[in-house]
């Protein structure tokens, strides 16, 4: 369905090679733009879908998935060019590939897995959008927030450690209640 809010999201996932390639060629301070530019439009586009009544079924697929591809492009070229571990970048893909492949068994074994938020996983996005923010607005406009950055990156690993853990269980027991049901 061709929603304003859908249309916003679209225009999110076309920001995501414009960012990269900026960050590929150490135009942070455009990288750190288009993020921000992503940020708000992820906003806007849910402000408009509630309050309007403009969600769909689409948008709810859509928006999550541009807000990953986004994050984990800006992870992967960070990590690629040294400025974030590359500890922190295979954590954090990791993540976010099991969770598809789990979704994607659960599925194919007739057992589809609804997927809700949890409140570990919401604070680890948060936590990955600050610290991309930093990482981006540091190289951008050469700032140096000292112990920041450093910080944000131990907190960003302990959980995206603990959200693939959480989930993991949450997964683990759906499934177990399917085994259970099918014997």
Not at 19 to 46: H, N, P, Q
Not at 63 to 77: T, Y
Not at 150 to 172: E, K, Q
């Amino acid at each position: 369905m061709a929603t304003i809010p859908n249309l916003i999201t679209i225009l999110r996932f076309l920001l995501v090679p414009a960012i990269v390639f900026a960050m590929l060629e150490a135009r942070w301070g455009w990288a750190f733009t288009g993020f921000v530019v992503a940020g708000i439009s992820d906003g806007v586009d849910g402000f408009i879908a509630r309050r309007f009544d403009q969600r769909s079924r689409l948008g709810a697929y859509l928006d999550p998935m541009a807000d990953k591809i986004l994050l984990v492009s800006v992870f992967v070229v960070l990590g690629f060019v040294g400025e974030l571990p590359l500890w922190l970048v295979v954590v954090a893909v990791s993540r976010d590939v099991l969770i598809v492949c789990a979704v994607i068994l659960s599925s194919v074994m007739g057992q589809p897995v609804e997927m809700q938020p949890l409140m570990v996983s919401k604070a680890n996005t948060v936590m990955q959008i600050v610290l991309a923010a930093v990482a981006l607005a540091e190289l951008g406009y050469g700032l140096s927030l000292g112990p920041v950055r450093p910080a944000l990156i131990m907190i960003s690993g302990l959980l995206t450690v603990a959200s693939t853990a959480a989930y993991l269980v949450a997964w683990l027991r759906h499934m177990n209640r399917y085994g259970e049901g099918s014997t």
